[in-house]
Nanobody, 122 residues
């Protein structure tokens, strides 16, 4: 079992930066790939970024590529999402998830956090 707790969300203006953190419990954290997803009101949950168990491979949604960076610190059982140049369209609840691969599909992830709200004003 892996329990995930996100933090770092908030209300910011367009163009600002935020760093989200996802703290994991359990000794098996380093065995899992991790992903960040987001869900805006009335929309489906969508993939944002993924990272392999080692941190050596990452992938991003086209909408955030070049603006967001995913990273992890296995010694701290934490995965991060650094977000730059935020836009109003980035407003959503952001979730971290643990899975066997850094898939873009929600169904491929086994464990989920409760989410953290990110609101970007224009």
């Amino acid at each position: 079992q892996v329990q995930l707790v996100e933090s770092g969300g908030g209300l910011v203006q367009a163009g600002a930066s935020l760093r989200l953190s996802c703290a994991a419990s359990g000794r098996t954290f380093s065995r899992y790939a991790m992903g960040w997803f987001r869900q805006a009101p009335g929309k489906e949950r969508e993939f944002v970024a993924g990272i392999s168990w080692s941190g050596g491979s990452t992938n991003y949604a086209d909408s955030v590529n070049g603006r967001f960076t995913i990273s992890r610190d296995n010694a701290k059982n934490t995965v991060y999402l650094q977000m730059y140049s935020l836009k109003p369209g980035d407003t959503a609840v952001y979730y971290c998830a643990a899975g066997r691969t850094r898939s873009v599909y929600v169904s491929e992830y086994e464990f989920w956090g409760q989410g953290t709200q990110v609101t970007v004003s224009s």
